[in-house]
């Protein structure tokens, strides 16, 4: 009992940690792409920030420079802007303003286009500053309404001091341009790429989880190859071992007998590492550790071999064979007959008859096996070639039937199994035909 809960523990254990590490491959790979994801989506926004920041304070230092350009000197030296209202900037937007920097000085000047109201804005208190400090002044102020309180808009301003005929600071042009439009626009891209790289991520992860899956497919596959090869090592045995271990006992508890049980004990132990040797060769295969050793065989020659090197025990087989060449491995090719041969002689002998009767064909590259037996369920077909178990409870031919079908995929054929209509089972084992075979 403590075996098989160990198995199974191990087993657990090995799953859950393939598993685990899926979903790690799965978070590392979402991970990585997620922070470049990240950083692109930062790097766009950010350039599209500084793109519309460009684009306004370039608006805004077009009109400065227009203005400035229009504030002439009068004879004292003192600013003259009779010529800003004949020009046509004062009816366009962005919005300007020429203000004194401080008490006294000149008449204020507001552009008659209406684009940001300026009672929200406190142009006077920074063009003031920009007098007073002899530099230009820009950025975002938010608009407010006439009690004081803020009405969610935000303006662009550019602040430009100018001198009079004497080199003083005296005033300075201020221009507005409303930022609301260029910051909900800049909203709407933030939004748009925050919502497609969350979609991207959770894109990511499922393309992270197939691929992941797909790479640890391979170790998921020998893991079921070892619980496999331990389950069926564990069945196949535990019947040839409990005979071995009778047959000692009898051994020791009777030495009269020991003549008699030595021999089979000895078959006993041969038919043990007949079992072994193919689970090894199963599981080989299925790992795609055996390398095959492909080369022209002449299959009606290797299967009279086969037939002629096998113990018939009293059975009656009939060969009937075509030349026929196969690109195969002869040794591998000789196991899969010889396990077909030896499941016929095993279970195809009809009720009643005093031994199996088999006949095999060989033809364009096929084996035909037909035995007179009992015959077997074709539904169960599948489940006989995958859990090592013969058609009638039994140990062994469900293990060599395996292999045949192991070594007709390694060639490239196919194991076919049915029952006659007259009764027995027939199996039919398929193999790609050499160029200039013989039929």
């Known amino acids: ?37 990240i950083i692109l989506a930062w790097l766009l926004i950010d350039q599209d920030t500084q793109a519309r920041e460009q684009e306004t304070n370039l608006k805004l230092r077009t009109v400065t420079a227009v203005v400035q350009r229009l504030v002439v000197q009068d004879g004292d030296g003192s600013p003259n802007l009779e010529f800003v209202p004949a020009d046509e900037i004062d009816r366009q937007c962005p919005q300007f303003a020429v203000l ?30 920009a007098v007073r400090t002899g530099t230009e002044r820009s950025g975002l102020v938010e608009v407010r309404d006439g009690d004081g309180e803020p009405t969610g808009r935000f303006a662009a301003i550019r602040v430009e001091p100018f001198r009079d005929g004497n080199g003083q600071f005296v005033g300075a042009v201020a221009a507005v341009a409303d930022a609301s439009q260029a ?13 497609g790289c969350t979609l991207l991520i959770l894109a990511l992860v499922g393309a ?21 090869l331990l389950a069926e090592t564990a069945h196949d045995l535990r019947t040839p071992v409990a005979a071995l271990r009778a047959l000692a006992e009898t051994a020791i508890t009777n030495p ?40 022209p065989v002449w299959l009606d020659q290797l299967v009279t071999t086969v037939v002629e090197e096998t113990p018939a025990e009293g059975a009656q087989v009939a060969v009937s064979a075509a030349p026929t060449k196969v690109n195969a491995d002869p040794v591998l090719m000789q196991r899969a007959i010889r396990n ?58 469900g293990l ?24 027995g089972a027939i199996f039919e084992l398929v193999l790609p035909h050499a160029d200039g075979a013989g039929q």
């Open 1 to 37: 009992m403590s075996t098989p809960t160990t198995i199974r523990g191990t087993s657990g254990s090995a799953s859950e940690g393939l598993r685990r590490l899926r979903w790690l491959l799965t978070g590392l790979f979402t991970a990585m792409n997620a922070v470049g994801l």
């Open 100 to 129: 004194p920097g401080g008490a006294g000085g000149f008449t204020p000047h507001y552009s008659k286009q209406a684009c940001v109201p300026f009672k929200g804005v406190d142009l006077a208190g920074h063009a003031a500053e």
């Open 183 to 195: 910051s909900d626009a800049h909203d709407v891209l933030t939004l748009t790429v925050i919502g």
């Open 208 to 228: 992270g989880h197939v691929m992941s899956g797909r790479a640890i497919r391979p170790a998921a596959a020998a893991l079921e190859q070892q619980e496999v």
């Open 256 to 295: 009269t007998m020991r003549d008699d049980l030595l021999p089979r004990t000895v078959k006993l132990a041969a038919d043990m590492g007949a079992i072994i040797d193919g689970l090894l060769v199963r599981a080989r295969l299925a790992a795609g550790v055996e390398q095959l050793a492909i080369q």
């Open 340 to 397: 077909l041969l030896t499941n016929a002689l095993r279970h195809g002998k009809r009720p009643g008859a005093p031994a199996a009767i088999v006949s095999i064909t060989v033809a364009g590259g096929r084996v035909v096996v037909a035995d007179q037996g009992p015959g077997i369920d074709p539904a169960a077909a599948r489940e006989t070639f995958d859990r090592f178990t013969s058609g009638d409870g039994s140990s062994g031919s």
């Open 400 to 423: 060599g039937l395996s292999i045949v079908r192991w070594v007709a995929q390694a060639h490239g054929g196919v194991l076919r199994v049915y029952n006659a209509e007259e009764g």
